[in-house]
């Protein structure tokens, strides 16, 4: 899979893929992230973005000229199967939508900055808009670090069998059950008996009621949508 990240502020999403899981990701050659910075598109000798908005609303936005180039230049090379804005007026990101995402070869994530883009960018390009949730961030950048890693790590070989994606919260529905390492008993805190018991059957029932219990208290919601 190839991720390409168009924003004015990069600086605020290298690290992330530069560690960790999404790092490993790039090194084997499952997913290449490539950022795009803006204000290399932007007009005239010093590469203006940005402007004032028509109609006296407050705050910056940003024009359809530099976004337009840059699209326009990966749109040149490659075919994409998703060009997604990254906005809080967006559909909210779930685990299904990562999975969806997961599934295509190519995607643009465009991030909106100041008081966002000309609405045509998103009329003329854009296929999707999400929002990571229900608050406002000061860019799209982070919000779109948060998408990229939800969708690097359903790639399949990104994740080992001990990490799989497979017994995450939310890839069933449900909740993740608690967990616990050694030692075993730690000051009169003692892990659940089950779990040292050995027996494979038992400890995936105890595994479910748990996830079930956890859903049904702390996400009601979820839990109304199971069965
Ligand atoms: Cl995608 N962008 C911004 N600026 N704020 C957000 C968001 C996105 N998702 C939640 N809040």
Known sequence: MRIDIISCVLDLMRSPFEASITKRAQEKGLVEVHLHDLREFGKG???????YQFGNGA??????????K???QL??????DAVIYMTPDGETLNQSMANHYSSFENIIILCGHY?????????KFITHEVSIGDFVLSGGELAAVVLA?????LLPGVLSDETSALTDSFQDGLLA????????DYEGMKVPDILLSGHERKIEEWRMEQALERTKTRRPDLFKHLK
Do not use: W
């Open 70 to 72: 840059c699209i326009s």
């Open 45 to 51: 000798n010093y590469r203006q973005i940005d402007d």
């Open 75 to 80: 749109q040149a090379e490659r075919k994409y």
């Open 177 to 184: 059950p608690p967990v616990y390492t050694r030692p075993a």
């Open 115 to 123: 008081k966002g883009v000309d609405q045509r960018v998103r009329d």
């Open 149 to 153: 890693d939800a969708i690097i790590r």
């Open 59 to 68: 705050g910056m936005v940003l024009m359809i000229e530099p976004i337009d």
